[in-house]
């Protein structure tokens, strides 16, 4: 029977919401419908609102010890060759355990899928993808140095296949109310973000594989439709980077995302630091390089959810290089009108980080 019930009681889980729906269908292939504890709705107009924990690959989807109950939710991540081993065979285990417990726990969960060099799966180049040779000099990943391959954004066969990818991910999931957001990916150099391979990276000049602003444009247009087929009523995410050092081609893809997705688009910084006040940025050079991306961010955070994830966590060994002061990066985090953010599990488990995350929370709380 569908029904709506009024939700005073959620306002500790730090998500803002008016109205949550009972009711809501089964995920083809999860079984008989359980009964659960209604999720926090976050996809009636409002913004989205809360701190959802990150569970990292390989851990089980809900570790009491991240998620006390002020926490709205856990985030989600699977590699695209771990979901998709073959083409056309599934394995949803992971996402469909994060939902199921989600549902018990009354609680969200974000979703996202990981493509780029960490995630494709070899049959997609079997198939007939051409790839993007390049060297990872970034030196706080584990992979510096080694050599990968990542689809060309434009090449038909990878943007077919992940196309066919986030339809049955929508199939599955956009009827799960438990599911609060969706953290779209697409062209990508190892992880869900929008970083491609810089020009010092690749093997290959980008020029000589065919690079022209409007090829990059047009793909990511095309991902992002899929996304708004396969998601239509769920908050859809993009985490701004800057892709082959041409941040003029966020614009346009920006603004496509705003338009065409009623509402329902996010934008997010992974790149959160306390090393000073980011709004510095706006105008002068804050040592990020990323003046128009902060810019960017700023104006859509006017507008739409504004999410932030740090750019590192405590148990990271060069965490305080990176980071900062941790105080600083929440209230960098008001400054550029955050609505909600993503954090580490790390983050959890430091006690003064774990305090300033449950006041994050809890001023976020209809905060506006």
Known sequence: ?????????????????????????????????????????????????????????????????????????????????????????????????????????????????????WGTPDWVYEAGAEPCWFIDHNRYHKTYGQRFRTPLPWDGVWLDRWSRLIAAFGERYSGEAQVALIQMAGPAKTSGEMHLPKPADVQTPWEEMGYTRERLVSAWRRVLDAYSEAFPDKYKALCLANPINDAGVLDPILNYAYSSMDGR?????????????????????????????????LQYARRVSAGLQPVSWPTDPGYRRRMGDPALM???????????????????????????????????????
Not at 58 to 67: N, S, T
Not at 267 to 282: A, E, I, R, S, Y
């Open 330 to 368: 929440f209230e960098n985090g008001r400054r550029m009108g955050c609505t909600y953010c993503e954090v580490q599990a790390g983050w959890m488990r430091d006690a003064q980080c774990r305090k300033m995350l449950e006041e994050f929370a809890a001023e976020t709380h209809g905060s506006r």
């Open 265 to 297: 688009f996010c934008v997010q910084g992974n790149w959160f630091h306390g090393k000073g006040d980011m709004t510095l940025g706006l105008t002068d050079d804050d040592g990020t390089g990323h003046r128009h991306i902060l810019n960017l961010y």
């Open 1 to 117: 029977m569908a029904a709506v019930l009024l939700v005073a009681s959620v306002v500790a889980m730090g998500l803002y919401v008016q109205t949550i729906p009972v009711s809501s269908p089964a995920s083809p292939g999860l079984g008989p419908q359980q009964e659960t504890r209604n999720p926090p709705n976050v996809s009636g107009g409002e913004r989205l609102r809360g701190v959802f924990v990150m569970v990292p690959m390989g851990v089980a989807p809900w570790d009491p010890d991240l998620a006390p109950g002020w926490v709205a939710g856990v985030s989600v991540g699977a590699r695209w060759k771990d979901v998709e081993p073959k083409e056309g065979a599934f394995n949803w285990s992971r996402f469909d355990a994060a939902v199921g417990l989600a549902g018990e726990q009354g609680r969200a969960v974000v979703l996202r899928l990981v493509p780029g060099a």
